[in-house]
Nanobody, 124 residues
Framework: QVQLVESGGGLVQAGGSLRLSCAASGRTFSSYAMGWFRQAPGKEREFVAGIIWSGGKTYYADSVKGRFTISRDNAKNTVYLQMNSLKPEDTAVYYC?????????????????WGQGTQVTVSS
């Protein structure tokens, strides 16, 4: 069982930056692939970024590639999402997810554990 708690969301102007954090409970955090998803009002939850258990491979949605960076610190049981050059279309609730898969899964339906979400609002 893994519990996830996101933090770091907020209101930022277009072009600004935010850093999201996701703190995980449990001693087996380093065994999990971790991901960030987002959901805007009236839209389906979509994949943003993912990182395998070791941190050796990362994956990004095309819409955030070059602007967002996912990283993890297994000693702190925490995964991060650094978001730069934010755009109004990045506005959404951002969710952290965990899965025991050895690869990163793009489909939200395949992830086992979820945080409660943190709101990110980008003003134009």
């Amino acid at each position: 069982q893994v519990q996830l708690v996101e933090s770091g969301g907020g209101l930022v102007q277009a072009g600004g930056s935010l850093r999201l954090s996701c703190a995980a409970s449990g001693r087996t955090f380093s065994s999990y692939a971790m991901g960030w998803f987002r959901q805007a009002p009236g839209k389906e939850r979509e994949f943003v970024a993912g990182i395998i258990w070791s941190g050796g491979k990362t994956y990004y949605a095309d819409s955030v590639k070059g602007r967002f960076t996912i990283s993890r610190d297994n000693a702190k049981n925490t995964v991060y999402l650094q978001m730069n050059s934010l755009k109004p279309e990045d506005t959404a609730v951002y969710y952290c997810a965990a899965d025991l898969s050895t690869v990163v899964l793009v489909s939200s339906h395949l992830w086992d554990y979820w945080g409660q979400g943190t709101q990110v609002t980008v003003s134009s």
